[in-house]
C-alpha cells in the first residue's frame, strides 16, 4: 500500500476485512495529526526551556555559579518545574492520546475536534499568563504553588485556564471513544482508546482539588480579597491532586509499553484483560493516596495517614501486573526469536530499534524509580527522605526517566507518522545515543541526589543557603556530581530537539504508527472491565473513604490559618 492509499482513512466495514498487515499502516487522519502535533510541539519547546532552566539551577547549587541580572534561584526552579512537570507532561500527553484515539477509533468529528483545539488554545492563554509571571518574577512559588508562598493572582488564573483547557480537549477524546462504542454495540473497544479514557477520567477527577484550592482559595487570596489562608486545607487539595498527577504522567508511558512495544518487537500483546484491569486499579487508587505526601504535617491523624499509606499500597499492584506482563511479553517474543536457555531471550530484543531501546531503559530506571517510591510510602521510613533531595532524584528516575524516555521514544515514530515521512536508520542511531547520554546524566545525577538525601541534604535550597556550614563542604563533590549529571542531561535534550527537527526534514514516506495484536492464547476480556458505572462509583466512594474526615478534622480544627501554620 503506497503512502498516499495509507493516508486515506478507510470505513470501518473496510477496515474490519482488512489484514493486520495493511491495517498496521493505516494514517491518522490529516486533520487530525494537524491537532496533535500543535500539542506535541508546544510540549517540546516547554522542554527546551525547562532544560535552559534546569541547566541553570543545578550549577546555582552546586556553588559554581551565581545568576546574572538579579534572577533569583527559586525563580528558575519555578520556571523549570513548571515548565517540565506541568506544561512539557500535559502537551505531549494530549498531542499522544489524541493520535492513539484517531489511529484506534478512528478520524475525531468536527465537533470532537474542534474541542481539541478550543482546549489547545485555552491552554496555550494560560501556559503564557502563566510564563510571564514567572518570568517576570512574580511566581517564584515553585510547581506546587504551597501557600503561604503567594503568586501573582495572573498566575493562578493562567494554571486555572490550563486546567480548564485541558477537560474541554479531554472531553473531545472521550467523544470519540463513546461514539465508537455506540458505534459498535456489545463489542470490546480498542484497548488504547479505553486507556485513553481510564487517564482522562483519572485528570478530570483529580484536577477538581486543585481547581477548588486556585479558585477558591489561592485567586481571592492573591487578589487581597481574602487576607488570610488556610495552609492545611490548600496543601492538602494539592496533595489530592498531585499524586494522581504522576499517574497522569506515567499511564501514557504504560500505554505506550503495552500497546506498541510488543508491535515493535515483532510479538503480541500478553493479555488485553490484564492490561486494562491495571488502568482501572490505576483510576481507583491514584487519588485517594495523596496524604502520603504530607506524612509529616500536622492537622490530618496518624489513623488517616496509616489509612491513605495502605491505600498507596494498592496503587503499586497495577505497577507490579505491568512488570509482569512485560517480562512475558519480551520472554515470550525473546524464545521466539530463538532464545533458549533462562536469559537467552534477552539477547534476542531489538536492540538496535529505538522505538524499543528507549522506552526499555525507562522500563528499567522504574525498577529503583519503584522501589524509591515504596520507600517514600513508608510511613515512618518518609521521616528519612522527606524534603530531602532524595525526592528529587526520585521523581527524576520516575517522571524524568522512565516517563520522559518513553515519551523520546514515542516521539521518534510519531512524528514522522503524523507528518507523513519516513524514520531513517540514522535516526534509530541518534535516538539511541541520545538514550545513552540521558541514562548515564541521569544515573550520576540521580544517583549523586539520592546518596546526599539520605545525609540530609535539603531539596529546594539554594547552596548558598548552607554554604557556609560544614556539610555544604562534605556534600560539594555530590554538588557537582549533580552539575555534571544535569549538563549531560542538557546535552541530551539538544540532541532530542535536533532530532525532532531532523524528524521534520526526512524524506516523505510512511512510518507506522505500531499497535499490537493481542496473543491468541490470552484469555477473552470481560465486559464488566470496561464498565465505568461501577468504577465511577468506587472512586467515589474510596475518595470519600480516605478524605471526608481528614477535611472535615482541618476545617473543624485549623480555621484559616489557626494550626501552627500562621500567615502572621
Ligand atoms: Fe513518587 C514523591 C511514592 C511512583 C513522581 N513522586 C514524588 C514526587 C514526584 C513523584 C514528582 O509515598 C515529588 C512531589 C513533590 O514535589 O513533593 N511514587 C510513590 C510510589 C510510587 C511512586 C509508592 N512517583 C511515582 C511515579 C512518578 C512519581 C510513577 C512520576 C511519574 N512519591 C511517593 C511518595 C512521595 C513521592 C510517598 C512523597 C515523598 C515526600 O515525602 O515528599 C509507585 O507508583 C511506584 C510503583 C512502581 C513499581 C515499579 C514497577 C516496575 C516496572 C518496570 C518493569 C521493568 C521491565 C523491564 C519489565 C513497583 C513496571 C525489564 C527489565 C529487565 C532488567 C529485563
Keep these: 500500500m503506497s503512502y498516499s492509499e495509507a493516508a486515506k482513512e478507510p470505513t470501518q466495514q473496510e477496515k474490519a476485512t482488512m489484514p493486520q498487515k495493511i491495517l498496521d499502516q493505516v494514517q491518522v487522519d490529516k486533520k487530525d495529526a494537524k491537532l496533535a502535533l500543535a500539542n506535541l510541539y508546544v510540549g517540546f519547546v516547554a522542554l527546551l526551556l525547562g532544560g535552559v532552566a534546569g541547566l541553570l539551577q543545578v550549577f546555582v547549587r552546586s556553588g559554581l555559579f551565581t545568576l546574572p541580572a538579579n534572577i533569583g534561584y527559586y525563580q528558575i526552579l519555578t520556571l523549570h518545574g513548571v515548565l517540565m512537570a506541568l506544561i512539557f507532561t500535559t502537551y505531549f500527553i494530549y498531542g499522544f492520546q489524541i493520535a492513539g484515539v484517531s489511529r484506534t477509533c478512528g478520524t475525531l468529528s468536527a465537533t470532537q475536534r474542534g474541542l481539541g483545539w478550543i482546549g489547545f488554545y485555552v491552554m496555550i492563554i494560560g501556559t503564557i499568563m502563566a510564563a510571564v509571571m514567572m518570568l517576570l518574577n512574580e511566581a517564584s512559588v515553585l510547581y506546587t504553588f504551597y501557600a503561604p508562598l503567594q503568586a501573582h493572582w495572573i498566575y493562578y488564573t493562567g494554571l486555572a485556564l490550563v486546567i480548564i483547557g485541558s477537560w474541554i480537549s479531554g472531553l473531545g477524546q472521550v467523544l470519540r471513544w463513546i461514539q465508537w462504542r455506540k458505534e459498535h454495540k456489545g463489542q470490546t473497544t480498542p484497548l ?3 486507556m485513553v479514557v481510564c487517564n482522562n477520567l483519572l485528570w478530570f477527577v483529580c484536577t477538581l482539588g486543585v481547581a477548588i484550592e486556585v479558585l477558591v482559595f489561592l485567586i481571592p487570596w492573591s487578589l487581597g480579597f481574602v487576607e488570610r489562608i488556610d495552609i492545611a486545607i490548600t496543601r492538602t487539595l494539592f ?19 503495552y500497546t506498541v512495544i510488543p508491535k515493535v518487537i515483532g510479538g503480541r500483546m500478553f493479555s488485553d484483560g490484564l492490561a486494562r484491569i491495571a488502568f482501572v486499579l490505576f483510576v481507583l487508587y491514584s487519588i485517594p493516596v495523596g496524604v502520603h505526601h504530607q506524612l509529616m504535617e500536622p492537622g490530618i491523624s496518624g489513623f488517616w ?15 507490579f501486573l505491568t512488570a509482569f506482563s512485560l517480562f512475558a511479553t519480551f ?36 525498577i529503583p524509580g519503584g522501589i524509591g517510591g515504596i520507600i517514600n510510602a513508608s510511613y515512618q521510613m518518609n521521616a528519612v527522605i522527606h524534603n530531602t533531595i532524595w525526592v528529587t532524584g526520585h521523581f527524576h528516575l520516575t517522571v524524568a526517566t522512565t516517563v520522559a524516555l518513553t515519551f523520546f521514544g514515542a516521539a521518534y515514530w510519531l512524528i514522522p507518522h503524523l507528518t507523513g515521512r519516513e524514520m531513517t536508520k540514522e535516526d534509530h542511531k541518534l535516538g539511541i545515543a541520545q538514550t545513552w547520554i540521558w541514562t548515564f546524566g541521569m544515573i550520576i545525577m540521580s544517583g549523586a541526589m539520592h546518596i546526599i538525601g539520605l545525609y540530609g541534604a535539603p531539596r529546594r535550597s539554594n547552596y548558598s543557603e548552607y554554604g557556609g556550614a560544614e556539610q555544604a563542604k562534605e556534600w560539594i563533590s555530590y554538588q557537582i556530581a549533580q552539575a555534571i549529571g544535569g549538563t549531560l542531561l542538557f546535552v541530551g535534550i539538544i540532541l532530542f530537539f535536533y532530532i525532532v527537527i531532523k524528524l521534520l526534514f526526512n524524506p516523505k514516506g510512511f512510518e507506522e504508527f505500531p499497535i499490537a495484536e493481542v496473543s491468541p492464547n490470552a484469555q477473552h476480556t470481560p465486559t464488566w472491565v470496561e464498565n465505568f458505572k461501577i468504577w465511577g462509583v468506587v472512586l467515589a466512594a474510596l475518595i470519600l473513604i480516605a478524605y471526608t474526615v481528614p477535611i472535615i478534622n482541618i476545617l473543624q480544627n485549623s480555621p484559616m490559618g489557626s494550626t501552627g501554620f500562621r500567615l502572621w
Aim: a positive charge; aromatic letters at 26%; proline letters at 5%.
Design 305 to 319: 495517614k496509616f489509612l491513605q499509606v495502605v491505600l498507596t499500597f494498592f496503587v503499586i499492584i497495577p505497577s
Design 331 to 366: 520472554e515470550i517474543r525473546g524464545r521466539e526469536n530463538g532464545g533458549a536457555g533462562l536469559l537467552g531471550w534477552f539477547k534476542k530484543l531489538p536492540w538496535g530499534d529505538v522505538r524499543f531501546f528507549a522506552p526499555f531503559i525507562g522500563m528499567v530506571a522504574f
Design 192 to 194: 488504547l482508546s479505553f
Design 239 to 257: 496533595w489530592y491532586f498531585g499524586h494522581a498527577l504522576v499517574y497522569f504522567w506515567l499511564l501514557p508511558a504504560y500505554m505506550v509499553w
